[in-house]
């Protein structure tokens, strides 16, 4: 929901802001779909991201949703990269069952060299470091990460090697973005982000079809090249379909979920389940962020103050919070 002074959030679609899981059974492969609209607009019309940076995080928040809206209980997913590039730090934070928020800093005289450069991919944009993935189940249950290397790809090739590593399960990825204009009758031309993202995995009854790579290093010598692994006939076909898929048929607020699978697998048949939706919430609060304020110490608060008071603005939504000092110091000791 948009705060106040946050802009008119964008006019959403049906289907938008939901996950649409399916399943193409004659082919083995079962997979999600998401339309991000007005969400990740609102998320995005709050800070004023640079064009390529914008489109970076709603890479992100896609396969964030893809990824999150997978938990089966209630927990978080957290989406985080690490790197020397640009964009120095990108979050995107899903609370289950729906919750989504992100943010991302970043250089920006590097940016706006970058885009001058035409050198401002996402690939370029994160530069070299590491992508976490980590699923946390609560304070009472430890928590799951899975780590890969950021050197120079995309953030479709990371996920394919987070699961190629993690899971071990063959798994094609595709994400889209795009900045699109909506003319409503009656309404000034409007300026929207969305995002589209498609996610599709081979899970046989059989787990001997599921082929197995050998992870370099491994245990071969250095420089040895992996060993060929043959692929089930049926995961070359729905690779090869989601390989098809342009970035245009997943932004397009005219194209939905249900019209691009059924482009896709007509042929073979493919089950839709219901829609899981996703809602943009930060999880901010004044009470949590005064219960932040008072982890730091009197002299650490005390370098905090501008003129009589403590700001803090939320990274994620930009909600501003103010606080008097004084109201820190009951109970502590001078």
């Keep these: 929901m948009a705060g106040t002074g946050d802009p008119a959030p964008a006019a959403g679609r049906p289907g938008d802001d939901a996950v649409l899981p399916f399943a193409v059974e004659a082919l083995d ?74 943010c991302a800093r970043f250089d920006e005289a590097a940016v706006h060299a970058a885009i001058a450069e035409g050198r401002a991919t996402s690939a370029d944009l994160l530069g070299a470091g590491h992508l976490a993935m980590t699923v946390d189940q609560g304070p009472d249950m430890s928590r799951y990460q899975g780590v890969v290397p950021l050197d120079g790809r995309s953030l479709e090739d990371a996920a394919h090697q987070y699961f190629a590593q993690s899971e071990q399960i063959p798994t094609r990825v595709r994400l889209a973005v795009a900045e699109v204009v909506s003319r409503d009758a009656g309404h000034a031309p409007r300026h929207a982000w969305r995002a589209g993202g498609l996610l599709v995995q081979f899970l046989p009854e059989s787990s001997a079809r599921l082929p197995v790579r050998d992870l370099d290093p491994g245990d071969a010598p250095e420089g040895s090249l992996p060993l060929p692994v043959d692929e089930d006939d049926a995961w070359t076909e729905a690779a090869s379909l989601v390989g098809t898929v342009e970035d245009h048929e997943l932004t397009d607020p005219a194209v939905s979920a249900e019209d691009l699978l059924y482009r896709l697998f007509h042929e073979r048949g493919v089950r839709v389940y219901d829609r899981q939706p996703i809602i943009e919430r930060c999880r901010c609060s004044r009470d949590k962020v005064a219960d932040m304020l008072r982890s730091f110490s009197a002299d650490d608060r005390k370098d905090m103050v501008d003129e009589g008071r403590i700001n803090v603005t939320c990274e994620f939504c930009s909600t501003a919070y103010d606080f008097d000092p004084a109201e820190f110091e009951v109970g502590e000791e001078e």
């Design 29 to 102: 492969s079962r997979g999600r779909l998401v339309h991000l609209g007005p969400a990740l607009d609102t998320i995005l019309s709050r800070h004023a991201y640079p064009e390529p940076v914008a489109r970076l995080i709603g890479e992100a928040a896609a396969l964030t949703a893809l990824l999150g809206t997978a938990l089966k209980f209630d927990g978080r997913f957290i989406f985080q990269t690490q790197s020397d590039g640009p964009v120095h730090m990108l979050v995107v934070d899903f609370e289950a069952p729906d919750r989504l928020r992100a």
